[in-house]
């Protein structure tokens, strides 16, 4: 079974510094996606990135970055000049890849602080 | 409509009684995920929809939660005789073709369930 592990549960930064959240997880597919998302307070979970295991480049969007280490399974995310709108509880999640359906597993969460 | 809808947004009610949640997904998506979010936690996957059925529903916690979908709309997740620890968040997600897995789940805002 997959599992994914999120051992911050929680990080604070200052606004406009770069943050680093950790996530890693077990797997024996070769094929799958590995997504960040982000909950605020009003409990909707928004995407903020995703990636696909078969590429060796790190998503990035914005201000938001992944370092994807495969053979490590590992799969961090970094936030680059933190603004306060970035506070929030982020997930890990994990889908097997191919034509089976989506079914995310998640790690337990890092809520982030963000100080003015 | 523009995204996910769930209703109601907050439910309170009595050890035993029974509840019904309701999520409209987006138009035209065909996949649909009811997931569960303890108190601090990740989410955890309760049952998928393809259309009207259900291939997945690994997730149910127990016989007294069931779920329906008519059609690519409305799903119903029913709690039949609540327990204190069925207290949670319930999340909907849609996605466009859940036979892709790399297709991006949209969720809702969620139902906040309290047994008292």
């Known amino acids: 079974a997959q599992t994914v592990t999120q051992s911050q549960p929680e990080m604070s930064v200052q606004e406009a510094e770069t943050v680093t959240l950790s996530c890693t997880y077990d797997?024996?597919?070769?094929?799958?996606?590995l997504f960040w998302y982000k909950q605020p307070p009003s409990r909707q979970m928004i995407l903020v990135i995703r990636q696909e295991a078969y590429k060796q480049q790190n998503a990035t969007e914005n201000r938001f970055s992944v370092n994807f280490q495969k053979a490590a399974k590992s799969f961090s995310l970094k936030i680059s000049d933190s603004q306060l709108g970035d506070a929030a509880m982020y997930f890990c999640a994990y889908i097997r890849g191919g034509t089976s359906y989506g079914k995310l597993t998640f790690g337990q969460g890092t809520i982030l602080t963000v100080h003015p | 409509g523009a995204g996910v809808s769930q209703s109601p947004s907050n439910k309170v009610t009595e050890k035993g009684k029974d509840v019904e949640l309701r999520c409209d997904p987006i138009s035209g998506h065909t996949a649909l995920y009811w997931y569960r979010q303890r108190l601090g936690q990740g989410l955890e996957f309760l049952i998928y929809f393809q259309g009207n059925s259900a291939p997945d529903k690994s997730g149910l916690p127990s016989d007294r939660f069931s779920a329906e979908r008519t059609g690519e709309s409305v799903s119903t997740l029913t709690i039949q005789r609540t327990q204190q620890e069925d207290s949670a968040v319930y999340l909907c997600?849609?996605?466009?073709?859940?036979?892709?897995?790399?297709?991006?789940?949209?969720f809702g805002d969620g139902t906040r369930l309290s047994i008292l």
């Open positions: 997600a849609s996605s466009l073709y859940g036979v892709w897995s790399n297709q991006p789940q949209h």
């Open positions: 797997t024996s597919e070769s094929d799958y996606y």
